[in-house]
């Protein structure tokens, strides 16, 4: 990026009068990701890895999960999208996103760490797809001004896992598009599995099922999904698999002798 266009962005960024203190509580997400991110939302000053096909949705959703709940005051926070020159603004507004609190930057060239630096001190969530590997020298400058801040510095692309110190990764598993069937129709949304892992979700982590999007393009739980079934020893005939009980204990399926199943 030229230093006039930098210089450019600092003034836009001064201008807009955005508040450069630190935040203490959470950064916001979309209410249907709140099960799955440990907190409820996002810690101020992490970074956070998105991984696995269609990381740039997730992306999407966190961006608008924060510029529709962020702000001091709930009512909307601000974003800057950094080398995703195919950030979908339409996709974003569909997904509950407010197009004028996003300061995008398409093209930061080598000058990428200056900008993320620059937009760390007045946003609330950076959405970085780095050109390159991070060096150790922008990684602890840019975590450092994360963590002062309050800004959560979100990573995809390629080098997204080459960032140390991130302590929680959203990924996508089991993607199925719907709306295709023997070769035509169009695609009318998708389901996923989105699973947090990391040191902020310790042990297994954390898993939801969600439509990202739904057919209306909004971010929202898949209700058709099921409880996982698990087998329980002894309590029913060998194989026969049943729901857990909600507080997780094993449940005891007990059935008459009568009725022919021992």
Known sequence: MPE??????????????????????????????????????????????????????????????????GGEDGTGGWCGVVGVPGFGVAAAAGMGAAPERLLLVDEPGDRWPDVVAALAEAVDLVLLCPPERPGAAAVRRLSALARKHGCVITLTGAFAREWPGTRLRLRLDEVAWEGLADGHGRLTGRRVEIVAEGRDAPGRGRRARLWLPAPDGTVRPDETARPPLELVPGAVAAGSPVHPRPDGAAPLVRVPVEEGIA
Request: glycine fraction near 16%; proline fraction near 9%.
């Open 4 to 69: 006039a266009a930098l210089r450019d962005l600092v003034t836009a960024l001064e201008s807009t009068g955005l508040d450069t203190a630190p935040r203490d509580a959470t950064v916001p997400v979309l209410p249907a990701l709140r099960t799955v991110v440990p907190g409820g939302g996002l810690r101020p000053g992490s970074v956070v890895g998105l991984d696995g096909p269609g990381a740039a949705s997730l992306g999407l959703a966190l961006v608008a999960g924060v510029s529709r709940h």
